[in-house]
């Protein structure tokens, strides 16, 4: 074998078990779902489903209630994903300083990512009770007004947001981290000098040397956020009404409670194209700048 | 890649302090909040106004949980698949990474990347109809093949990052001393990103063992993993909440402890190996 | 290179092994030797092993010793009991049982997935009757239970299927007669009210529900004591909106048990009435309140009154769970003044049997025995309202139950003229739920009750035509 062969089978072999392992088993899915998508099987027919092309993705795009999911997935992610970054970038600045308590500190700060989301999202569920729950009773110590939290359509998507930022600002935080981490040092020795201007180098310099960490941790966490399922199915099941009814949740009642095999393989077909677009369309955003 | 540098003085480390303790009250809220829950009794567990700190406290809820479910199986099944998975994520993904890196496959790591954007609930039907050709219902290898799917893409992710900072010299001079390039990833690569590695195995381990949706599928009695247990606090005509507290308190416990050991690795590692992506 | 060669011919296999899967019979579980009639075909005629029936007097339970089974139950305080004692069985016959019980969302959508795959890693399962009693039957999960029940070589003559109340067994009957499910228990709907708090208004028990009204109306006193609280949430609402549908004269199809009859002036009062009582008297996020909000906030003691399936009353009276232990009062839903109908209705699970199974005679063994006398009266001194009249009359019950005499009048009389909660459609009764759910929740939020039930009719009305509206 001569050396360029030689070297790319090496490649093949350090890259080949995951990829491998990646592609077998999720082939069978990926091509049974596209499959499914175009014909009109429902889980509980006994009839054998007949081909209807692109029916079901006609159907789906022509649906309200699709569109609406899209809508609150969107909304709801560009709202976590909003606060969680302010916080994350702030957060990740403050414990880059040194000071005491430091270490204690941020271990507790970045706690909440290692909680499991079902648990988090029930003791959530019993803080928002309007009623008797804890939240609300805070509110009303301090002089705010209660607020009706994943009890009313308006507010229960905010309310769902601020849980995914609880949770996951910690993963922002730490890759913030990281970025402050690999900066060069010059930096901060000019904001020293500087002293009192130090906030001014902050914003002009600091943040856009981040900027690639901050693309980079919100990338990941969109992908994740777009296909929240776990705790809103948790806390409201997609209410009240349709009103916090992400796409994932849309998706698993169609496949599992209403039995629409077929339409929901191809929601599932869309809703990856969705997030695909989104995640290219910020990556392309970095990359232009 | 300089060193870390502060740039304060002193005298705000207390306003630092300050800063940083307000922030970090919402977070050890909630915690809290699932602490106090799990040693209330029943009644006031719902009360109003919510006790904060004075009331009896109870572990009746405690002692339910861990005599009605099965909670030590569970705990170790859960440990079994969790453990299983990053063990398994390692030995696919670090290769893997590395391989990227060092020869620049950028296609390769879209495409890895890429199948994290399926939504993972559209597997579990065709799954289910898989697994069952094989055997694999209800194994331990069955949940860990699933949720390698998840956990090893972003092992990966993480760890092309890690492996980009190494210098190309590195390698060079390795294979000028004789490595082949397997021994020269494993002999001198791999312990340069030991913090990598092990920032990524956290992550992966707690992805794994938070996982709920897949083990509600694929697993059955014999192999149920925590989280799905937490949901059976949730019974027919009631919802008992101190119960469920401390199923919650419990299922999350070991992973804060493992964190807490960990977590100077993970920071460490996250922070000095540079995840630029 | 040759890599994209062998991708290519592995997904060409793969496309022509989907298609042929969806050539195949649907999806319905695999015909199998021992399915024709139900009465083990193949495998019983091959008699007993070890125990004799020529003469019928000794039934025998070790027959399928050996066998192991996979039983899938929703959480419940019955799968509890059964879950306790399942050891009795195994020792009894000999047969091992792997017992699985999941929340009931989940043990749904478990077995959605294992009926897809043929049915046969699921012997036996609890079903939710009104959710699932026609879409189950027509899709072939069910297997049909008269055949096993006349068959005396295999039932037990204890199990004395006479003793399930007559409603239980209809809602476990098809229209054509086909037993499907055994009944373990009925929820039927009542009131509760807090008799302190009506004692020191002056109030006397509510007559009609226009008096219901009129009492929230009096004990309303936010943010101490709200008048009222019931289900808000779309879909778990629906249940408990059937019981003032029908009150009222309503219902949610016409006689001939297909057509929806969602926006007739009956059904447009019952959501007045229902929607109306919630957006008026009931406390803050009730729209999104399921049962469990709703229990909870009663129990607590903060609302006058409600009214849900009976048996969620076992926690009222339990002075570690409650605040409200010994105030409560029970009594029938009252009627509409102008209709006088009274309504009970009730939700229902039952035990079945998956068609799919290979196992059916020994699965028919453990259905024999989990719906027994024996468990079943243990459930009933653990708090299910079971399906048995014996458990029902029995002393041990009537001794150790905790509930007051009034909680099991109330009950007993509800039995006597309870119905499913919901209709018997050929649909995913939880599309159904959502749909018509979605309507009443929005009147709660002030929209106009005629268009929204107009909504929910033709939502219905698309949805049986096979072509769902989402």
Redesign the interface.
Known sequence: MNATNRIRLTKMLFIAPASLFLFLILIFPILYTLFQSFYNKKLTQLTPPKFVGFDNYVRALQNPEFWNSVQITVTFTVLALAMQTVLGVALGLLYHQTFKGRGLLRTLAIMPMAAAPVSVALIFVMMFNPTIGVLNYLLEQIGLPKSLWIYDSHSVVPSLALVDTWQYTPILMIMVMAGLASLPSEVFEQAKIDGARGWQTLWHILLPMLRPFIVAAVVFRLNDALKTFDTVYVMTQGGPGNSSEMLNIYLYNQAFAYFNTGYASAIVILFTLLVLLLVSLLIRGRRAN | ????????QPA???L??A???L??I???F??Y??LI?SLK???DS?????AFLFFEPSFKSYGDVLTETPFVKYLINTLIVSLGTVFAGL???L??A???A??K?HA?SV??V?????????????????F?EFGL?DTYFGLI??Q??IC??MV??LMIGFFEEVPAELHDAARIDGCT??GS?VRIILPLTRQGIAASSILSF?YA??N??FP??LA??KT?T???A???A??????N?AN??A???L??LP??V???IA??H??AG???????? | MFRKWWIGVLAALMVLTLAACNAKSGNGPKETAADSGGSGGGQSSAQNESGSKEDGSSFDWKRYSGTTIQVLFSSHPWATVVEEHVGEFEQLTGIKVQLEVLPEQQARQKLAVQMAAGGQDVDAYMTALQNEKAIYYISGWYEPLNAYLDDPALTSPEFDFGDFSKAAVEMGTQSDGTIVSIPIDLNPYVLFYRKDLFEAAGLDKPKTLQEVREFASILHDPPNVYGYVNRGLRNANVTNFDVILKAMGGDFVGPDGLTPTLNTPEAVRAVEWYSGMLKDFGPPGVVNFNWNESISLFQQGKVAMTYDGANFASQFEDPEKSTVAGKVGYMLIPPDEETGIVNADSGAYGLAISKGSEKKEATWLFVQWATGADVMLKAQIAGVGTTRQSAWESKEFLDQSTMPPEWIETFKSALAITGLNLPTLPVSMTEYRDIVGVSIQSVIEGADPQRAMDEAQKGIELLMKGATTQ
Do not use: C, H
């Open positions: 890649m300089g060193t870390v540098r502060s740039w304060k705000k480390s207390w630092m302090f800063a940083a303790a922030i970090s919402p977070s050890l909630v915690f909040w699932m829950v009794s029943d009644v719902q009360a109003y106004p919510p030995v696919l993904g290769p893997a590395y391989g990227i060092r020869w496959l390769w495409g890895i890429a199948t994290r954007m399926i939504p993972g609930i559209s597997f579990l039907l065709p799954w289910y109809l898989l069952r219902i093949i699933a390698l799917t090893l893409p990966i992710w390039e397997f990833f707690i063992w938070n709920f949706m509600i599928i059955g009695q149920r925590l989280p799905a937490v949901f059976s949730m019974s027919f005509e009631q919802i909440w469920l507290a199923m919650a308190t299922v999350t992973v804060l493992l964190f807490g977590q100077k993970i920071v996250l922070t000095s190996g540079g995840v630029k992506g």
